[in-house]
Nanobody
């Protein structure tokens, strides 16, 4: 079992930045790929970014490319999502998730564990 706790969300003006953290406990975090997803009111959960277990590969949704950076520190059992150039359309609850797999990291249904989410609100 892996427990995930997100933090770092908040209210920011358009153009601003936030850094989300995902603290993991339980089984070996370094064995799991980590993904970030978001869900806005009335919309389905969507993929944002993912990073493989050892951190060698990263993947981004088109909406995140060039603005967001996913990373991880396997010593501290923590993942990160650095978000720059935030836009009002980035407003959502952001979730981190862990998957014991190598591919399909943009598919929410393939993740094994989820955090409770952290709210990100971007004002115009």
């Amino acid at each position: 079992q892996v427990q995930l706790v997100e933090s770092g969300g908040g209210l920011v003006q358009a153009g601003g930045s936030l850094r989300l953290s995902c603290a993991a406990s339980g089984r070996t975090f370094s064995s799991y790929a980590m993904g970030w997803f978001r869900q806005a009111p009335g919309k389905e959960r969507e993929f944002v970014a993912a990073i493989t277990a050892a951190g060698g590969s990263t993947y981004y949704a088109d909406s995140a490319k060039g603005r967001f950076t996913v990373s991880r520190d396997n010593v501290k059992n923590t993942g990160f999502l650095q978000m720059n150039g935030l836009k009002p359309e980035d407003t959502a609850i952001y979730f981190c998730a862990a998957a014991l797999r190598l591919n399909g990291l943009d598919r929410a249904g393939l993740y094994d564990y989820w955090g409770q989410g952290t709210q990100v609100t971007v004002s115009s």
